[in-house]
């Protein structure tokens, strides 16, 4: 294993921005594949995956069990991690919203661009996410139509859902569109409720990346065979927004099966308590995400339902 230090920023007030990377494996043994953690401040599950598989891979090195190039970069935005703040604490902007980044830009922007430049060259590239919103998912890969994307890489996972759709206009400023157009076959694996450590999704994930890399032959371990990828697009996705602002209680969890009819969840008024709405599924399917802070605004979305149909 190799200790790299990917960026060294200093600063006037405080320890200098270290971005650290952990290299594992030989190039020419076969393919080769960089992680990157968290890149915002609130995305500790993100961060307790990746270093976590730094820890796991320096014992299949010392097995002898690595087969292809392996970067870990398990957090990016370190100073947002220590002060508790999801983004840049000097200017609050995302780290993630800067690629390909400007060396010669603002500091985030430079931030990016000497982060993508130490990506160059992966065959493969996964992007540890969290949700940009209030919510929690099953977790589930992330993968964008920019005309470079590999679905049947993105299988090799074995999770349960693959969110395949056309990116945003807002996206090409992201990592992922960003890493697939400069040749490397990047998707996200979102995963996890923000600021918080959730073992089971957690577990899941590490799986997924073994299995993955198994299958691409960049580990030479043995791994159980994971879910057949259901591959969904905005138009399986049913989102139930909240009419009401208030206290919102949820009565299911995300990978429960939803019959069309049943209560969902409730809100009530926040001082008087009287009950303002119950959220009935308009549609069966499997719940994949749902509102995770207790207190609700008007019109955010409360439930998301994946269906076949």
């Known amino acids: 294993m190799k200790r790299l230090e990917i960026l060294n920023f200093k600063s006037p007030n405080r320890a200098p921005l270290i971005v650290e990377g952990f290299l594992f494996g030989e190039e020419s043994k076969g393919p080769s594949v960089a992680i990157v953690g968290a890149m915002s401040g609130d995305h500790i599950n993100q961060l307790y995956v990746a270093s976590r598989f730094v820890d796991f891979l320096r014992q299949k090195e010392e097995e002898g069990k690595i087969t292809g190039k392996i970067l870990v970069i398990p957090a990016v935005n370190t100073y947002a991690l220590n002060m508790g703040q999801p983004f840049w604490p000097l200017d609050k902007t995302d780290i993630n919203m800067m690629f390909p980044g400007y060396a010669q830009g603002e500091t985030t922007q430079r931030i990016a661009a000497k982060l993508f430049e130490s990506l160059q060259g992966y065959d493969f590239g996964i992007i540890l996410e969290g949700r940009r919103d209030q919510g929690m998912c099953l977790p589930y890969v ?18 349960r859902f693959i969110h395949y759709r056309e990116y945003s206009p807002i996206e090409t400023v992201m990592l992922q569109y960003n890493w697939q157009l400069w040749g490397s076959k990047a998707l996200s694996l979102v995963f996890g409720k923000n600021g918080a450590i959730e073992h089971r999704s957690s577990e899941e994930v590490h799986g997924a990346l073994v299995r993955f890399m198994a299958k691409r032959e960049i580990l030479d371990v043995s791994v159980f065979e994971g879910f057949s990828s259901n591959v969904i697009g905005p138009d399986h996705i049913t989102l139930l927004k909240a009419s009401h602002a208030g206290i919102f209680d949820s009565l299911v969890s995300c990978g429960d099966t939803i019959e069309k009819g049943a209560i969902l969840g409730r809100i009530t008024d926040a001082l008087s308590g009287k009950k303002l709405e119950k959220i ?30």
């Not at 992330?142 to 999770?159: F, H, N, P, V």
């Not at 399917?285 to 149909?309: D, K």
């Open 142 to 159: 992330k993968l964008i139509k920019s005309g470079y994307e590999d679905l049947e890489a993105a299988k090799d996972l074995g999770m």
């Open 280 to 309: 009935i599924a308009p549609s069966g399917g499997v719940l994949t995400c749902q509102y995770s802070h207790p207190l609700i605004f008007q019109n955010s979305i409360a439930f998301r339902i994946a269906s076949v149909n």
